[in-house]
Each structure stands twice: as C-alpha cells, then as structure tokens.
C-alpha cells in the first residue's frame, strides 16, 4: 500500500493540521499506527469489528478522524489540533482490527510518513 500526506504543511505547527493517505487494494479495514521517538509502535485508529465503528485511542479522539473513500480504495487520516506529542511515524496497517483497547494488524504496514508537530 501506498502512503502520502495529502495536504497541511509537514513539519507542521501545533494548533496545525495535516491529512494522510493510505492506498491499498485491501483497504477496508486498514488502520493506522504510529511510533514516537524511543515508544514502541502504538494503534491509533482501527476498524471495531462488532459495531463498524471506527476506534480511536484517547490520545487522538476528537483530533483524528479516519475516512473513507470506496471509489479510491484510500484511507484518509484527518489530523487536527496537532500536538508536539503527536510527532512520530505514521503507519497504516492493513487487516487491522480492534481489541479491547488497542489496535492490532496481521496484514502489511505502510512504508511510514514522518510527522513533526512543533510547538
């Protein structure tokens, strides 16, 4: 799959905005991941099996949103507010799913995109 940040300036301000992309041919339930500096990789945002809600870690919600477009088999990640702790790499993941409170993946990741929040 293919990822991209799609518009905002990146390094991006706080306060600031940027919006990601992730392209695959299995994209229904692709979810995004992110690894700050020194953390191990953690979920974001996945795709809760039993409602088909979207599921949000606390550190993104009301931030984030995760949307979807059929017609191009693309993920978006709309990130608003943006932090300095939200600098890290963003993955998305393919065949990922919720489970209990965290993400999980057992498909392919993403090549990652870079993103710096400064405050």
């Known amino acids: 799959q293919e990822q991209r940040v799609e518009s905002g300036e990146n390094p991006a301000q706080a306060g600031g905005s940027l919006r990601l992309s992730c392209t695959a041919s299995?994209?229904?339930?692709i979810g995004w991941f992110r690894q700050a500096p020194g953390s191990q990789r953690e979920g974001i945002s996945c795709?809760?099996?039993?409602?088909?809600?979207?599921y949000y870690t606390d550190s993104v919600k009301g931030r984030f949103t995760s949307i979807r477009d059929n017609g191009k088999k693309t993920i978006y990640l709309e990130m608003n507010d943006l932090r300095p702790e939200d600098t890290g790499t963003y993955f998305c993941a393919t065949d990922s799913w919720r489970a209990g409170d965290e993400c999980r993946m057992s498909g392919d990741w993403g090549q990652g995109t870079q993103v710096t929040v400064s405050s």
């Open positions: 795709l809760d099996l039993t409602s088909g809600y979207t």
């Open positions: 299995d994209y229904y339930a």
